[in-house]
């Protein structure tokens, strides 16, 4: 899976847009089942974005409903900080990078004492599958009001339409979410766009917790901190924001 992944990138690198201060891209209209799974299957021909530092990809889809997105990283230092501290996907409705609403997933790794994270932990498959599934149990919604910010589980925010999924595959971490365009009764929570439209969408992880990280002599099990950098170095965190045109039926 891992090399596939790998000759993946190769083959289609010229038609990805590669890293940029502010990628635009064009969204797919959704002509596929896509379930949202942790599993990348269904992205193998809509990739439209690759950072070469982070060894990262982003697709896009979407119908007259949701946008769907799916991240892929092989880099242990994406995967790291994804698992550790969380990944928030930001909407923009005015194609700005403002952070109106947003949904950080998934909670609370960092106070697992980075079982996920440690470079060479030898922690046992099973071990780490336990860890991943306990990570998809809840999410928080920031936002869209100015400081709102609501902790659910995974069955709640289902029931609005919005739905998380991350799964590791052979050192690929794949990240996958779905959201509502638009807002109604049903659907409060959303990007609050229609199909056609114009958005931004950021890709934000957090700093790590450094007294949390600080727990058995800096997290990573080497000596000198995260995977045994040298003065307990941390990877800078993520950021990344892109204008989307979605994409209307065909």
């Known amino acids: 899976m891992r090399l596939y992944f790998?000759?993946?990138?190769?083959?289609?690198?010229?038609?990805?847009?590669?890293?940029?201060?502010?990628?635009?891209?064009?969204?797919?209209?959704?002509?596929?089942?896509?379930?949202i799974d942790g599993i990348h299957t269904e992205w193998q021909d809509c990739r439209l974005y690759y950072d070469k530092e982070t060894r990262t990809t982003i697709g896009m889809f979407n119908d007259e409903y949701c946008l769907y997105i799916c991240l892929a990283s092989s880099s242990r230092k994406m995967q790291q900080q994804v698992l550790g501290s969380g990944l928030t996907v930001w909407f923009d409705p005015k194609v700005g990078k403002k952070k109106i609403f947003g949904i950080h997933f998934p909670l609370g790794m960092q106070d697992r004492r980075g079982s996920l994270m440690h470079s060479g932990s030898g922690e046992r498959p099973d071990q780490h599958d336990k860890m991943l599934e306990a990570t998809q149990l809840e999410l928080e919604l920031l936002g869209p009001g100015e400081d709102e910010c609501s902790t659910m589980f995974m069955d709640e925010v289902q029931k609005l339409g919005i739905n998380v999924n991350v799964g590791n595959s052979q050192g690929i971490l794949v990240y996958e979410v779905k959201v509502p365009l638009t807002q109604n009764e049903q659907r409060p929570y959303a990007i609050g766009t229609h199909t056609a439209g114009r958005i931004g969408v950021g890709f934000e992880t957090a700093k790590m917790d450094e007294k949390k990280m600080g727990r058995r002599g800096q997290m990573g099990g080497g000596p000198g901190g995260m995977g045994g950098r040298p003065g307990g170095q941390r990877p800078e965190p993520f950021e990344l924001w892109t204008k989307v045109q979605l994409a209307s039926r065909p």
Request: aromatic residues 14%; glycine residues 4%; proline residues 3%.
């Open 6 to 35: 790998l000759a993946f990138i190769t083959v289609f690198s010229a038609f990805l847009v590669e890293g940029c201060n502010e990628p635009e891209l064009n969204s797919r209209w959704r002509d596929r089942e896509i379930t």
